[in-house]
């Protein structure tokens, strides 16, 4: 009996996290339909509502936003309003705040979030795992005159808060595993253990040994 209850809840609860997630995302997206004109909105038009129109108007509002702005015209405009943010106090170090981040993150050549890291926090002798946030310190590289890598050190099971840290490099062991495997361990508190080429190599080894 606990074999199976414990087999129909690795079907049924994966499945149950998957649709809720999906749902909320969903009803997040149609919320976007309230742009649209009362009278253009599509539960008025067609008479009932049809969930995830709002994942397709905000894709295209994304597209059409990139279009616009990746001409002169469209740059022109996006500096001209970031010159009016910037006369808004708060708002304006939000705005270019937030920006500077996604610029990091999306940069295609950027080295934010590219690497599993293993450090010694909060003390010698105790390994956490770790994802590299940057590797130019600036003014903070120069001050301790050494080579030094931004972490940013998660929590766990919620992966979205954690601590900043500044480490010399020789004190961080980078790891093979990819991001993916690194949040994975993380959530579920080292539960799962990601595979090392290494030892995938090793076992697949060992299996033609055996069929020999």
């Known amino acids: 009996m606990k074999r199976y209850l414990v087999a129909g809840l690795l079907v049924w609860v994966p499945l149950g996290v998957t649709l809720l997630v999906i749902r909320l995302v969903v009803d997040l997206t149609d919320r976007t339909l309230v742009l649209l004109p009362a009278n253009y909105q599509p539960e008025v038009l067609l008479g009932f509502k049809i969930p995830g129109l709002g994942i397709v108007l905000s894709v295209v509002i994304v597209l059409v936003t990139g279009m616009v702005v990746a001409n002169l015209f469209g740059r022109t405009l996006v500096a001209m309003w970031e010159r009016l943010l910037a006369r808004i106090p708060y708002i304006s170090k939000i705005y270019h705040g937030v920006k500077q981040v996604m610029e990091t ?12 890291l293993l450090v010694e926090y909060p003390r010698k002798g105790i390994w956490t795992l770790a994802f590299q946030s940057g590797s130019n310190s600036g003014e903070i590289r120069h001050r301790l005159g050494q080579d ?38 993380i959530i579920s508190a080292g539960m799962v253990v990601p595979k090392w080429p290494a030892e995938s190599a090793a076992e697949a080894k060992k299996a033609i040994q055996s069929n020999n």
């Open 148 to 185: 030094v890598v931004n972490v940013f050190v998660p929590t766990t099971p919620n992966p979205t808060s954690g601590f900043f840290l500044v480490l010399p490099r020789e004190d961080i062991v980078e790891l093979d595993m990819s991001v993916d495997d690194g949040l994975k361990m």
């Open 105 to 116: 993150v999306l940069s295609s050549d950027g080295q934010s979030f590219r690497k599993v």
